[in-house]
């Protein structure tokens, strides 16, 4: 009997495999390189080498590939954009922020591209198996990643409480993947969609839709959606400011690349979960921004506002339509930029060990580093959706798709949220601009210059922030080739 072996398209693959490249070489470099930052400025090459495939793939015929369990499609595509955006400027922050804490590794950066590749994997994903293999190669790496502050207990406790609740989330998606198989006989999201269509009874089964709660379960804990955020803010406080800016971005945008195309292909004609991440969004958003409003350390209210902006994203996941996807990807990349420039300057502020995080050493900032806080003050602005920043147009785009299909009502709850997240992000603007500090409240010695890597990371994300705010156009054609189904 002929063995017949498959014809296997590796062009979707292509993104991901030079991302593993280069982490492998940087494995490789490591034992030979002495000055360790050599190894992040490899790592920067390998991710820009990565941007020209995911744009040539983009113009090319979208054909599933590995027995259909890949697909290259422009969604696909966009994802990689966004990661790969995510894992360049958190590189840069590194670079910076672990030479002056002396914790320069080689390890770091390829577990950040590690981790990376996981994203993209589970963007291209169309069978569960992918999703879930994708989401443990970016687990597994952002575990390590977050206690990698070998010297801070706080960072041990990042790492150790991230490990064992995401053992727990993963367990819920693995057993949400077991009984959907044993209700519609495949893991692919082609196939599983195709099952709910051929009888309408299947709809209203009840192992498949407890294996769909058990996934939701497993997909909110990596968005960091209530009541499943828990873990967020002691993880983000404790990690590396390096590491919390890359995982606020990248966890959160892999769980929505694997969760839209899961409920939009495989379950788009069960209206039942329309309902729930309805009811998850409301309470995603409001819990975050109560809970933002009473921090009084910028680092932990950024971990609170990072649950309130997954609230917002899940608008746009409620009328599972094109201009939703669209509304998604627009938010996500314009999250990356602003998110992970407010990230880079509390890194700064902290690696010189005069200020550190708390609101109150934020008072007078404006008249000791001009520059930092007049991007402090873009990035503040943004996440707030105040135009003319980028920030406005995300929350436009998801809002809009809400009214769109239907859900007029979740787009005025979430503005009335925007509004309460006012108070506290325009709270650091008042600190350093409004106040003058005192002796007892701000060390007043001057802060070292910045180093080049992050100035560049802070002036980029800054000008995109603006820049993109002011004429958005690009990224809207951008996210439009992403949409699909």
Request: glycine content about 8%; some cysteine; aromatic content about 12%.
């Amino acid at each position: 009997m002929p063995i017949i072996i498959p014809t296997l398209n590796f062009a979707p693959l292509i993104p991901i495999l030079v991302i593993m490249m280069t982490a492998l070489v940087v494995i490789i470099l490591d034992m030979f390189v002495e000055d360790k930052a050599v190894l992040g400025y490899v790592s920067l090459v390998g991710l820009i080498a990565t941007i020209l495939p995911c744009l040539v793939l983009l113009n090319q015929t979208i054909v599933p590939t590995f027995q259909t369990m890949l697909i290259g499609d422009g969604y696909a595509l966009v994802l990689d954009l966004i990661f790969i955006v995510t894992a360049t400027l958190s590189v840069l922050v590194a670079l910076s922020y672990l030479e002056s804490r002396q914790m320069q590794s080689g390890e770091y950066y390829a577990l950040l591209l590690f981790a990376t590749s996981g994203m993209m994997l589970m963007g291209a994903a169309t069978d569960l198996i992918i999703v879930f293999l994708g989401l443990e190669i970016m687990s597994i790496s952002l575990y390590i990643m977050a206690a990698f502050n070998r010297r801070q207990l706080s960072s041990g406790e990042a790492g150790l409480k991230y490990f064992v609740l995401g053992a727990f989330a993963s367990a819920f998606l693995l057993y949400g993947v077991a009984l959907i198989y044993g209700a519609t006989g495949s893991t692919n999201l082609q196939a599983i969609g195709t099952w709910f269509k051929s009888n309408p009874s299947n709809q209203h089964d009840s192992m498949a839709l407890v294996g769909l709660s058990l996934l939701l379960i497993g997909f909110a804990f990596k968005i960091a959606a209530v009541p499943f955020q828990w873990w967020t803010p002691d993880v983000y406080h404790g990690a590396p400011t390096s590491v919390t800016a890359f995982m606020s971005v990248g966890a959160k945008a892999a769980g929505f690349a694997a969760l839209v195309r899961l409920l939009i292909i495989s379950f788009g004609t069960v209206s039942d979960w329309r309902l729930v991440i309805a009811f998850l969004a409301v309470i995603t958003m409001t819990g975050g921004n109560l809970v933002a409003l009473a921090q009084k350390d910028v680092k932990r209210m950024l971990a609170y506002s990072s649950i309130a902006h997954a609230g917002y994203i899940l608008v746009g996941v409620v009328p599972g339509t094109p201009e939703g996807v669209k509304g998604i990807l627009f938010y996500l990349m314009s999250y990356a930029f602003m998110n992970i420039g407010a990230f880079a300057v509390i890194a700064t502020l902290e690696q010189r060990d005069q200020i550190g995080s708390a609101i109150g050493d934020y008072v007078g900032l404006s008249a000791r580093k001009p520059f930092l806080a007049l991007m402090m003050l873009f990035f503040m602005f943004s996440l707030t959706g105040i135009p003319p920043f980028i920030g406005f147009w995300g929350k436009w785009y998801v809002f809009w798709a809400a009214v769109k299909g239907g859900a007029s009502w979740l787009a005025v709850i979430g503005m009335i949220n925007s509004v309460i997240s006012a108070f506290y992000y325009l709270g650091v603007v008042v600190q350093m601009y409004m106040r003058s500090p005192t002796s007892n409240e701000v060390n007043q010695t001057e802060l070292a210059p910045l180093s080049v890597p992050i100035a560049i990371t802070i002036a980029i994300a800054g000008l995109v922030t603006l820049l993109l705010g002011l004429w958005p156009t690009p990224l809207v054609n951008l996210t439009a080739l992403g949409i699909f189904g």
